[in-house]
């Protein structure tokens, strides 16, 4: 059973326009939010966070949303630039329950078109 | 600043043969590590995780296993591989389990 979704496994956007990328989850002990963007052939890296304290947090270009009541959250790049092209990987955690690890969805591809 | 460290970085290796994937962290002490796999097309599946030296958690059975021997090492090994655990293998650290996890370069095995 997937706890974290991301049903579209790619996306192709124009240069400067907003990309919309979302999340799922099923697990409503679910607490905290990350998402990482990976390169083929390197590890992911760490984007940006967001607590269930929150509905949302911003940090430059990327701007996450957290919908609790529809245990649903995403990641709005705005202006979508070429090197933006990757895989985005959303995961929760229910953060306060030591030990209980992040799950991870399994990623959406983002095209990011000159 | 801390850094993390993954070989080797590719790797090709017969069915049956044996895995010794190694991981290392600088720059920070007691770090929670994890091993993930991420195979064709799929997301990243969380395979150990290790709160301390020699404190290994399992997520999921199979052929393979993990030791921490120091606080910043980690170690993905198999005695015997199987077609199926072809992937790209990630190591990651974090503070606490909770935390944002750094990802290593990854090793991209290939069992032929």
């Known amino acids: 059973d997937q706890q974290v979704k991301q049903n579209s496994p790619s996306l192709s956007v124009q240069e400067g326009r907003i990309s919309i990328l979302n999340c799922d989850y099923t697990?409503?002990?679910?607490?905290?939010f990350l998402w990482y963007k990976k390169y083929p052939a390197e590890g992911p890296t760490f984007l940006i966070s967001i607590s269930s304290i929150k509905d949302k947090n911003e940090d430059g270009r990327f701007t996450v949303f957290l919908n609790k009541s529809a245990k649903h959250l995403s990641l709005h790049i705005v202006p979508s630039q070429p090197g933006d092209s990757a895989v985005y990987f959303c995961?929760?955690?229910?953060?306060?329950?030591?030990?209980?690890?992040?799950?991870f969805g399994p990623g959406t591809r983002l095209s990011v078109l000159p | 600043s801390q850094t993390i460290h993954q070989w080797p970085a590719t790797l090709v290796q017969p069915v049956g043969s044996p895995l010794s994937l190694e991981c290392t962290v600088e720059?920070?002490?007691?770090?929670?590590l994890y091993w993930y796999r991420q195979a064709a097309g799929r997301g990243l599946q969380l395979l150990f995780y290790?709160?301390?030296?020699?404190?290994i958690s399992s997520e999921v059975p199979q052929n393979l296993s993990a030791s921490r021997p120091q606080d910043r090492q980690f170690i993905l090994s198999s005695k015997k591989l199987l077609l199926s655990d072809s992937g790209f293998y990630l190591c990651?650290?974090?503070?606490?389990?909770?935390?944002?996890?750094?990802f290593g370069p990854g090793t991209r095995l290939t069992v032929l």
């Open positions: 995961a929760a955690s229910a953060a306060h329950n030591y030990g209980q690890n992040f799950v």
């Open positions: 720059g920070t002490s007691n770090p929670n």
């Open positions: 697990n409503s002990m679910f607490d905290y």
């Open positions: 290790s709160v301390g030296i020699g404190q």
């Open positions: 990651a650290w974090s503070l606490l389990a909770y935390n944002e996890q750094f």
